[in-house]
C-alpha cells in the first residue's frame, strides 16, 4: 500500500466527533454514536486493500463515507424494529439530509471528479473547523445547520433563552467563517 502508515484506529475521535455530531440527538437514546464507530473501523480494516489513497484527507474522506453509510443503514434498520415505521422512515433521512445541509454550506452543485474532491476537502475542513469551536457553540451550529432544528427547540434541548442560543450559533458561524479558508 502506498499510503502512509495510518491505520484506520488512527482516526477514532474523528469519526466519533462526526458521528455525534451527524446522529440527530432525537436518535441517541435509539442508537449509539460509538457502535457505528466500531462497525466502521471493523468495515475499513476488512476491505484496507481497497484504500487508494494518500494523504490524511483521503484517509478521512474514505471512512467518512463508510461511516456515513454504517450511519443511514442503523437509522434505516432502526426502521424496521418500530411499531410505528412510517414515523421512522421518515427519521431514517435525518442524517441524509444532515450531510446535503453541511455540503450546501459549502459549496453549490459542482459536478467535476475535481469539484467533487474540492467538496470532500472543504467537508472535512469544516468538520475539522467544528471540533475546534466550544462545546456549547458547537452543539448549536450542529443542531441548527446539520438538523434543521428551529431555535426554539434547540433553546429547550440546551435549557438556554433563545436570544442566547442565538447568540452562540452567531459566535460559532463566525469563529467558523474565521478558521475556514476562503474557496478558490
Do not use: C
Not at 466527533?17 to 462497525?39: G, H, T
Not at 484527507?57 to 434498520?77: C, F, H, P, Q, S
Not at 445541509?101 to 474532491?117: F, G, H, Y
Amino acid at each position: 500500500m502506498d499510503s502512509p502508515r495510518r491505520a484506520p484506529e488512527d482516526f477514532r475521535d474523528y469519526l466519533a466527533n462526526l458521528a455525534r455530531w451527524r446522529l440527530d440527538p432525537r436518535l441517541r437514546s435509539k442508537l449509539d454514536p460509538d457502535d457505528v464507530v466500531q462497525q466502521t473501523l471493523l468495515e475499513a480494516y476488512t476491505g484496507l486493500d481497497q484504500f487508494r489513497g494518500q494523504s490524511e484527507g483521503e484517509w478521512k474522506a474514505w471512512l467518512r463515507r463508510i461511516l456515513l453509510r454504517n450511519l443511514a443503514n442503523a437509522v434505516r434498520d432502526l426502521g424496521r424494529l418500530k411499531r410505528d415505521a412510517g414515523r421512522e422512515r421518515s427519521l431514517e433521512t435525518v442524517i441524509e439530509e444532515s450531510s446535503l445541509r453541511l455540503e450546501a454550506l459549502l459549496a453549490a452543485d459542482q459536478s467535476s471528479p475535481s469539484e467533487r474532491a474540492q467538496r470532500q476537502e472543504r467537508a472535512v475542513q469544516l468538520e475539522e473547523a467544528l471540533a475546534t469551536l466550544p462545546e456549547a457553540q458547537r452543539e448549536v451550529v450542529v443542531l441548527r445547520h446539520l438538523h434543521d432544528w428551529p431555535l426554539a427547540d434547540i433553546s429547550r434541548h440546551v435549557g438556554r433563552s433563545q436570544s442566547a442560543v442565538a447568540g452562540l450559533l452567531h459566535r460559532g458561524l463566525t469563529q467558523l467563517r474565521n478558521l475556514l479558508p476562503e474557496p478558490e
